[in-house]
T-cell receptor
Framework: GESVGLHLPTLSVQEGDNSIINCAYS??????FIWYKQESGKGPQFIIDIRSNMDKRQGQRVTVLLNKTVKHLSLQIAATQPGDSAVYFCAERDNQFYFGTGTSLTVIP | DTGVSQDPRHKITKRGQNVTFRCDPI?????LYWYRQTLGQGPEFLTYFQNEAQLEKSRLLSDRFSAERPKGSFSTLEIQRTEQGDSAMYLC?????????????FGPGTRLLVL
């Protein structure tokens, strides 16, 4: 099976600070990666994605970095807001999608 | 389009009963995935369809689980003879393939509790 894991299960940040959520993956053949945000009682919500031929992609307040050498993915959230509090999952695609355990982000007002 | 929808949102059943869940994907999406998620874990792949063809099933999937997508649009997931260990959130996602960026969009999930 695949191994998609997160370095930290929980993360607390002050409102306005930047957040960095990390993810390690094990399958070199994975060609596509997605970050999801999941709020309590809801389905995962797409945040940003990146293909394996890229190393950085930016969205609105979010940036995903991919380091294929060390099989590491990170999600950076700029100026974190209380509404960003949720569990964040990374997912990799190798035929099917594999999800990590998730990091719970808490934003302190 | 209102996104992926799932029905019911919640289901409570007694052990041994059969349950069926429905997923309506985004209309132009040809792929549909089913996942199971337990508390504190990420979604776990169960099976997926491309149009009406079921292309892959998880090796961990019990034969009590069956899924269909008869017309390539909505899908149903049935669990027969439910067990307490089946209690989980069942998530459906859809995507358009082929695509280098096969973005999956998830529904709200069906939360199953087996007593």
């Amino acid at each position: 099976g695949e191994s998609v894991g997160l370095h930290l299960p929980t993360l607390s940040v002050q409102e306005g600070d930047n957040s960095i959520i990390n993810c390690a993956y094990s399958n070199s053949a994975s060609d596509y990666f997605i970050w999801y945000k999941q709020e309590s009682g809801k389905g995962p919500q797409f945040i940003i994605d990146i293909r394996s031929n890229m190393d950085k992609r930016q969205g609105q307040r979010v940036t995903v970095l991919l380091n294929k050498t060390v099989k590491h993915l990170s999600l950076q959230i700029a100026a974190t807001q209380p509404g960003d509090s949720a569990v964040y999952f990374c997912a990799e695609r190798d035929n099917q999608f594999y999800f990590g355990t998730g990091t719970s982000l808490t934003v302190i007002p | 389009d209102t996104g992926v929808s799932q029905d019911p949102r919640h289901k409570i059943t007694k052990r041994g009963q059969n349950v069926t869940f429905r997923c309506d994907p985004i209309s132009e999406h040809n792929r549909l995935y089913w996942y199971r998620q337990t508390l504190g874990q990420g979604p776990e792949f169960l099976t997926y369809f491309q149009n009406e063809a079921q292309l892959e099933k998880s090796r961990l999937l019990s034969d009590r689980f069956s899924a269909e997508r008869p017309k390539g649009s909505f899908s149903t997931l049935e669990i027969q003879r439910t067990e307490q260990g089946d209690s989980a959130m069942y998530l459906c996602a859809s995507s358009f393939y082929p695509g280098l960026q096969e973005t999956q969009y998830f529904g709200p999930g069906t939360r199953l509790l087996v007593l």
